[in-house]
């Protein structure tokens, strides 16, 4: 991966947390957050 695609993919997630909690409120994020946090705990289990 170079340093422009990291730059963008950076960029287009730190846009579409802005829109969500500016739409939603941070409920959702907190949500989004919690079930994250799941994944990678299942997914540690795999590992």
Do not use: S
């Not at 340093?3 to 949500?31: K, S």
Request: hydrophobic share 65%; charged share 15%.
């Amino acid at each position: 991966m170079t340093n422009r695609i990291a730059l963008v993919l950076a960029l287009l997630i730190i846009g579409a947390i802005t829109l969500d909690v500016m739409l939603y409120g941070m409920e959702h994020l907190i949500f989004l957050g919690k079930k994250f946090a799941e994944l990678l705990e299942w997914i540690a289990f795999w590992r």
